[in-house]
């Protein structure tokens, strides 16, 4: 019999070696509890798998009792997606050559890319709070996936805190980028793909209105933009006026500096947006039908939605007084169900993660798409903004 057992050994050793890779790593990472001070907090504590990795508490209190950021925590699922920081120059209707800013990571923008963003969970005093890279270095090397990480990476690597970290991001990104967290198989995608039945007809009016009336596709787009199917954000940046729950938050005027910036926030996919209550940046609001209410009446009845932080940047252009009827308010929350992805849909209890269904490209089959996000910080891609005149 000693023939099966070196038969079992070499079938183990190629399992083994097929395994490791950076996304498995990265899975690990995502998952482990112990990368924080004190342990007990991971990227998962936050970004729950079957709240399409978002966080159905208005805000995540963070590893250190008491402690907490002011941000309600949002999907994973298409974040790899969306497009580093960078200033999109254009004609306004006067002729005048003006800039705005889409993209980057976290609601202001203030990550340049996923390589960044990955880095700042695990420093963020609010957050997993580890001293820094040395800190985190020395978990990776007493974590329980070590000897694959160590294989994957080489000694060299292995012993550089820095090189070391590195890979941990490296392999954050590689996971996140994972068929499974860009299925593209909502119910509106089978529509998209041809099946006329698949929507109802309050869902079929709800996205008539989304396209006209309501003006939803205008800055949640459902054409085709930087990948071949529908995001559902331009990933600019809007004051959308949300209300205010005591603590003011600049967003990206926070980190641009700039006056005509304060309080806007970058628009968010709205797949899965069925999953991820509660709403808005601050998680200010509870159900998809109030946020409904509120783009439609937030300037007829101001008293219902109190203060916002500032209300002088606030968009009153293509919000607050749509003028829709309680049945088109109705429609549209119907049609914001159909983009919610079958995977997320199908996960049972005890599922750790969502399956991947068949036919979803791989990350490496899309290398084109991912390879040309640039992987570290551009300086200039803030700086290449004008300052804009600010009449007070
Ligand atoms: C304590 C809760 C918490 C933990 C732990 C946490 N996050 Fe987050 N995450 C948030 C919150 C809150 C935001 C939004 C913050 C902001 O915009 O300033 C966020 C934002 C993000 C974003 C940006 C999404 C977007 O739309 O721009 C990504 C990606 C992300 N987190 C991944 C991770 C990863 C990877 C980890 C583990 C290394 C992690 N998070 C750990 C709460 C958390
Ligand atoms: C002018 C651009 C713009 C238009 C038009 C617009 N949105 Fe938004 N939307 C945003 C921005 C920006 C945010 C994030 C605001 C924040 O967090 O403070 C947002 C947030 C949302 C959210 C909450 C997302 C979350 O994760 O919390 C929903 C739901 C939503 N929009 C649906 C719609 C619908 C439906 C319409 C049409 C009635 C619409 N939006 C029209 C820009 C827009």
Redesign the pocket.
């Known amino acids: 019999m000693k023939w099966f057992a070196f038969v079992m050994m070499v079938v183990g050793c190629l399992a083994r070696a097929e395994e490791v890779s950076p996304v498995v790593i990265g899975r690990k ?2 998952m482990d509890t112990s ?2 001070q004190p342990v007990g ?3 998962v ?3 729950d798998p079957k709240a399409a990795f978002a ?1 159905a508490r208005r ?5 250190v009792n008491e402690r907490k ?1 002011r ?6 699922m298409y ?1 790899a997606l ?1 497009p580093p920081i960078a200033a999109e120059d254009f004609y306004d209707e006067e002729g005048e050559l003006i800039y705005v800013l889409e993209g980057g ?4 923008g ?2 340049h890319d ?1 390589f960044e ?2 880095q700042m ?2 420093f963020n005093k ?3 709070n580890l001293s820094g890279p040395a800190d985190l270095a020395d978990r990776i090397r007493k974590s329980e996936y070590a000897s694959d990480f160590k294989k994957l990476v080489g000694g060299k690597v292995w012993g550089n805190d820095g090189k070391l970290v590195d890979q941990v991001y490296h392999s ?1 990104v590689a996971f ?1 980028r994972e068929p499974m967290f860009r299925p593209f198989n909502a119910r509106i995608d089978d529509f998209w793909k041809g099946d006329v039945k698949a929507l109802n007809d309050s869902e079929l009016r709800g996205l008539a209105l989304f396209q006209s009336k309501a003006g939803c596709a205008q800055c949640h787009p459902l054409g085709v933009g930087t990948w071949p199917e529908p995001l559902l954000s331009d990933f600019g940046y809007d004051n959308l006026g949300a209300p205010s729950l005591g603590e003011e938050d600049p967003g990206l005027g926070g980190v641009s500096g700039r006056k005509n910036e304060m309080g806007q926030f ?1 628009s ?1 996919t709205l797949r899965n947006i069925a999953l991820t209550a509660p709403y808005l ?1 601050n998680g200010s609001i509870k159900t998809l039908k109030e946020v409904m209410e509120f783009y439609n009446k937030r300037d007829v009845e101001p008293e219902r939605w109190g203060k916002t932080d500032f209300p002088e940047t606030v968009n009153h252009d293509d919000m607050g007084d749509l003028k829709l009827t309680d049945q088109e308010v109705d429609d549209l929350v119907a049609l914001m169900h159909t983009f919610t992805d079958k995977n997320l849909l199908e996960m049972k209890e005890g599922d750790e993660l969502p399956k991947t269904p068949e036919g979803v490209p791989s990350t490496e089959s899309r290398k084109a798409f991912f390879q040309n996000r640039p992987r570290l910080v551009d300086p200039k891609a803030k700086q290449r903004v004008p300052e804009e005149k600010v009449d007070e």
Do not use: K, W, Y
């Open positions: 990472i995502f990368l924080s907090q991971g990227c504590s936050c970004h966080d805000v995540s209190p963070g590893a950021g941000r309600n925590a949002p999907t994973l974040a969306i990571l976290f609601l202001d203030r990550a996923q963003q990955v969970p695990f609010d957050e997993m954050l996140l970058r968010p940046h």
